[in-house]
């Protein structure tokens, strides 16, 4: 093993799909690795991990972000969450952001 790899080790709830914690306005919320199915719709939304107000400037950006809500993100419940929910729980684009970037990170 070269000095590299041995430095990039793999999270364990990445090998174990189970994701990864995340926490937004004091709640805590799960994310899991984006699914090999998925891959080429997350490229082909082209979702702004950066600056999120590009992904809620118009009502199909808001669907994208949605759809990854839905399928990759739950709430303490073990509920998944939705762009309505996040606005619910008083989420801002800060957190909307911290949530594309965790999502990218545990999906390499």
Same mark, same amino acid.
């Given at each position: 093993? +070269?000095? @590299?790899?041995?430095?990039? #080790? ?25 699914a090999? @199915? ?5 490229? #082909?939304?082209?979702?702004?991990? +950066?600056v999120?107000l590009?992904?809620?400037?118009s009502?199909?950006?808001?669907e994208?972000v ?6 990759y ?14 606005? +619910?729980?008083?989420?801002? *684009? *800060?957190?909307l952001?911290?949530f ?9």
């Amino acid at each position: 093993m +070269d000095t @590299k790899e041995a430095k990039t #080790q793999t999270d364990l709830s990445t090998m174990l799909m189970t994701g990864a914690e995340f926490n937004a306005k004091g709640k805590a919320y799960r994310i899991k690795p984006i699914a090999l @199915k998925h891959v080429d719709a997350f490229v #082909q939304d082209n979702i702004s991990i +950066d600056v999120q107000l590009f992904n809620l400037t118009s009502k199909k950006a808001r669907e994208k972000v949605n759809f990854w809500l839905q399928n990759y993100a739950t709430d303490d419940s073990g509920e998944f969450m939705s762009l309505q929910k996040a606005m +619910d729980d008083n989420w801002d *684009v *800060v957190d909307l952001k911290e949530f594309f970037k965790k999502l990218c990170g545990l999906s390499g």
